[in-house]
């Protein structure tokens, strides 16, 4: 088997490294493995400078994942790199999405059993990636707000115990009691799929299946089929919110009548102001934004 690098977040707390410990010891037992922890973008780009042709596992979660392969994207190095999970993340969204066990020991002995397959990666309009996936509307404004609660909620206690894990509740909550409605024209490979006049509740553009934690947003995605799923909600009246959220609880909202759901190579939504959440990172407002697949951008290796 291949050597390989485990990428870690300098910042991992105390259950963390418990846990990346256990990992660590199943896959020394086949193979040799380096660990190199990283604390910021120029540290990151170090570790993957040297990492040579050996496998890239990033013990971490969606964020982490996203942050190392955006470094081997503008390196040009994640053509051919394969890649690893170990799922010690908050959401472990991309994890789920391929299969991959959410316990790390399972998740190592992936990495040691597993088959490397190819992965598609989805590049919007200025060259930033999307690992995962992409959305706008009423699940970005969640985000948003969440994200500016956990930043006031953060002070609020001692180190890492603090209230700032509040954030993102509060922010759904505030969004489900008045979510924002956006009027966007929706295009897929080129043919308009909603228009300015049918404000919409969400769009989501999906490589991955879940986000948030294992909420199916896009259910039907597949990170390898080299196409990307999208998803549009109409569901903008209040009994039509409470039935489109409860469908979604259990991954099953593509069946509503208010609801697109389809496969394509490229996506453009432009419009009034917008803000997306891309792998969770929140930027904005924007009126304009294209993404595209590039199909086998790289390989993950996952359960035979």
């Given at each position: ?6 990428i870690t977040n ?87 999405s391929n299969d ?112 948030g934690g294992g ?90």
């Amino acid at each position: 088997m291949d050597p390989i690098l485990v990428i870690t977040n300098s910042d991992a707390g105390t259950a963390d490294e418990e846990s990346l410990r256990l990992a660590l010891a199943v896959l020394r037992s086949r193979t040799s493995v380096e660990v190199q922890a990283t604390a910021n973008p120029g540290e990151l780009n170090s570790a993957l400078h040297r990492a040579g042709s050996r496998r890239i596992v990033v013990a971490g979660g969606d964020g982490s994942l996203h942050a190392v392969v955006t470094t081997l994207y503008r390196r040009n190095d994640l053509k051919g790199a394969v890649l690893g999970i170990l799922p010690l993340g908050t959401g472990n969204d991309y994890a789920r999405s391929n299969d991959i066990p959410l316990d790390v020991e399972e998740a190592a002995r992936v990495l040691v059993e597993g088959e490397p397959k190819p992965r598609d990666l989805v590049v919007d309009e200025v060259g930033e990636i999307v690992v995962n996936n992409v959305h706008a509307g009423a699940g970005a404004h969640a985000s948003k707000r969440g994200a500016r609660w956990k930043g006031r909620l953060h002070s609020i206690g001692v180190g890492k115990v603090n209230l700032g894990r509040l954030g993102y509740p509060i922010g759904a909550l505030s969004t489900a009691v008045k979510p924002p409605h956006i009027r966007v024209r929706v295009e897929v490979d080129g043919e308009v799929v909603v228009d300015l006049d049918q404000p919409i509740l969400q769009l989501a553009v999906g490589n991955g299946a879940h986000v948030g934690g294992g909420t199916a947003l896009t259910p039907h995605a597949d990170p390898g089929d080299g196409k990307v799923d999208v998803m549009v909600s109409r569901a903008t009246g209040p009994l039509a919110r409470i039935g489109y959220g409860a469908k979604l609880a259990s991954g099953r909202h593509p069946e509503r009548h208010d609801v697109t759901y389809l496969r394509g190579s490229t996506v453009t939504v432009s419009g009034e102001e917008f803000w997306c959440s891309a792998d969770g990172e929140i930027y904005g407002p924007e009126r304009h934004r294209s993404w595209r697949v590039e199909p086998a951008a790289y390989s993950l290796v996952v359960p035979g």
